[in-house]
C-alpha cells in the first residue's frame, strides 16, 4: 500500500475518529492532531515541518511563503470547501496537489435553517416574528447563492409553499422550471420576507444600501463562511427595529461586532452545517482523495 512519509495536520479538522485511524494508515511517521487553529504563518510551518501531505479545514492559511519553505510537500488536503485562505498560484507553481470537499454539510445547514425559521415563526423560543404565531406558507423567502447549500433551501422552501426568488451570478433554469423564481438582488430585498444568504466566503454584500433596500418586518439568515457585511453599523441600526432579525450559527467576529442586540439570533457552538451525518460525509471524501491521490501517485 502506497503511503505518504508523514501527514500533519495544520488546524483542527471535524472528522471521524475512525477517518483519523484510516488517515493514520497513509502516514509513515505518527499523525499528530493539533488542539487548536492557527493563522501565525510561523506556527504553520512548525505544523508541517518536513511533512509530504498537509490536511487542513475551511479556514487554514497557506501561503506563498510558507510553501516556499515546505519543500518536501506534496499534497494539500482542505477538509471543508472554501480555498479562500490558500494561495492557489503559489500551489501551482510548487506541483503541489489540492484537493477540498463539497456537498458534506448541505441538508445539515438547509436543515439549521428552517429549525430557527419555525422557532422564530412561532415563537418556541425566547423571540417570535410577529405578535402571534404565524406559517411559513405562503412568506417570501430570498436565496442570495443557488449553489449547493441554497438548493436545498429551495427545496424545503417549496415544500411549505413558500414564494422562493433567488439571486445568482447566473440564471438557473432547472430551478426556475421547478417554481424557484429569478429576481435581481435589490427586488429580491425588497420584496423577501426571509432573506438567506449563501455567498462565498468573506464576500462582502451587505451594506447600508442593501439594508435600505431589505427596510422592515424582515429576517436575515447568515450561514455564510466569514464576514459578508460591508457596513455592520447599518446592520446593527437595522436590528434595533422590533420586527427585524439576524440569523447567524456561529461565528465569534459577527457575535463580537452584534452579540450585545436583542434581535440577533445567535447559536453559540452551532455551526450550521455540521452533525453526525455530515462529519460522516466529509470524513469518506477526506479519505477519498487521499486514496486517489495515491493510487495515481
Known amino acids: 500500500m502506497k503511503k505518504f512519509n508523514k501527514i500533519a495536520f495544520i488546524n483542527t479538522v471535524k ?19 493539533p488542539e487548536f487553529d492557527t493563522e501565525d504563518e510561523t506556527e504553520i510551518y512548525q505544523r508541517i515541518n518536513n511533512a509530504d501531505a498537509v490536511l487542513g479545514n475551511w479556514h487554514s492559511i497557506i501561503t506563498a511563503s510558507i510553501l516556499k519553505h515546505a519543500s518536501n510537500l506534496k499534497y494539500i488536503g482542505i477538509c471543508g470547501t ?21 456537498d458534506y454539510g448541505d ?9 430557527q425559521l419555525l422557532n422564530l415563526f412561532r415563537g418556541f423560543g425566547k423571540h417570535r416574528w410577529r405578535d402571534e404565531p404565524s406559517e411559513l406558507s405562503s412568506k417570501t423567502i430570498g436565496i442570495v447563492g443557488l449553489g449547493a447549500v441554497g438548493q436545498q433551501v429551495a ?16 440564471r438557473n433554469t432547472e430551478w426556475e422550471e421547478k417554481g424557484v423564481q429569478y429576481s435581481p438582488i435589490n427586488n429580491l430585498f425588497e420584496k423577501s420576507d426571509i432573506i438567506s444568504m449563501h455567498v462565498p466566503k468573506n ?37 434595533e427595529d422590533e420586527n427585524n432579525f439576524l440569523i447567524r450559527d456561529h461565528q465569534p467576529e459577527i457575535k463580537e461586532k452584534l452579540g450585545d442586540l436583542e434581535r440577533f439570533i445567535y447559536t453559540e457552538n452551532i455551526i450550521a452545517g455540521i452533525t453526525i451525518e455530515a462529519r460522516e460525509k466529509l470524513s469518506i471524501k477526506v479519505i477519498d482523495n487521499i486514496e486517489a491521490y495515491l493510487t495515481d501517485n
Open 82 to 102: 472554501s480555498l479562500a485562505g490558500v494561495d492557489l498560484e503559489a500551489v501551482k507553481r510548487h506541483n503541489i496537489v489540492i484537493k477540498n470537499v463539497t
Open 203 to 239: 464576500t462582502k454584500i451587505i451594506g447600508k444600501n442593501e439594508i435600505e433596500k431589505i427596510g422592515n418586518g424582515k429576517i436575515i439568515i447568515d450561514t455564510c463562511l466569514g464576514n459578508i457585511y460591508k457596513d455592520i453599523d447599518a446592520v446593527r441600526l437595522w436590528l
Open 155 to 170: 427545496r424545503i422552501a417549496l415544500g411549505f409553499k413558500m414564494k422562493v426568488l433567488h439571486y445568482n451570478r447566473s
Open 107 to 115: 441538508d445539515s445547514t438547509a436543515e439549521y435553517i428552517f429549525a
Open 15 to 33: 472528522i471521524t475518529d475512525e477517518a483519523k485511524e484510516k488517515i493514520q494508515h497513509y502516514s509513515n511517521e505518527r499523525v499528530i492532531y
